[in-house]
C-alpha cells in the first residue's frame, strides 16, 4: 500500500477553480491507479474521476466531465485534480485513493475496489 495527502481544498465562489493535489510515498507508485472521490454531508462517497497507472487513461463522472481534469506525475509521486467551473454541488470532502492496477481509467470507479486513501480535503462552493 502506499500513504496519501491530499491537500488544496478550501472555500470558492461558484464559477471558480481549485487544484487538488494527492502526494504518495512509496517508490512504486507507477504501478498505482488514482480516483479520486467524494462526500457530502449525509450522503455515499462517490466516484469523481480516475487515471491510470501511466497518466495515459482518465475517466470521469458526467457531472464533471469537461470541467473538472485529473493528471499525474510519477517522478513526482503527485496526481492532481484540478476544477474548474465549481458550483455549489461539488460541496464535499474531497479524497484520493490508490490501487495497485493496469486497468484503464474506465474500470477505476468502485469505491470498494481502492485499499489506500488519503484523510480528504474539505471544498466549499458557495452561491
Known amino acids: 500500500q502506499v500513504q496519501l495527502v491530499e491537500s488544496g481544498g478550501g472555500l470558492v465562489q461558484a464559477g471558480g477553480s481549485l487544484r487538488l493535489s494527492c502526494a504518495a510515498s512509496g517508490r512504486t507508485f507507477n504501478t498505482y491507479a488514482v480516483g479520486w472521490f467524494r462526500q457530502a454531508p449525509g450522503k455515499e462517497r462517490e466516484f469523481v474521476a480516475s487515471?491510470?497507472?501511466?497518466?495515459?487513461?482518465?475517466y470521469y463522472v458526467d457531472s464533471v466531465r469537461g470541467r473538472f481534469t485529473t493528471s499525474r506525475e510519477n517522478a513526482k509521486n503527485m496526481v492532481y485534480l484540478q476544477m474548474n467551473s465549481l458550483n455549489p454541488e461539488d460541496t464535499a470532502v474531497y479524497y484520493c485513493?490508490?490501487?495497485?492496477?493496469?486497468?484503464?481509467?474506465?474500470?477505476?470507479?468502485?469505491?470498494?475496489?481502492?485499499?489506500?486513501w488519503g484523510q480528504g480535503t474539505q471544498v466549499t462552493v458557495s452561491s
Open positions: 487515471i491510470n497507472w501511466s497518466g495515459s487513461s482518465t
Open positions: 485513493a490508490a490501487r495497485r492496477s493496469w486497468a484503464t481509467a474506465s474500470a477505476l470507479s468502485i469505491v470498494s475496489t481502492f485499499d489506500s
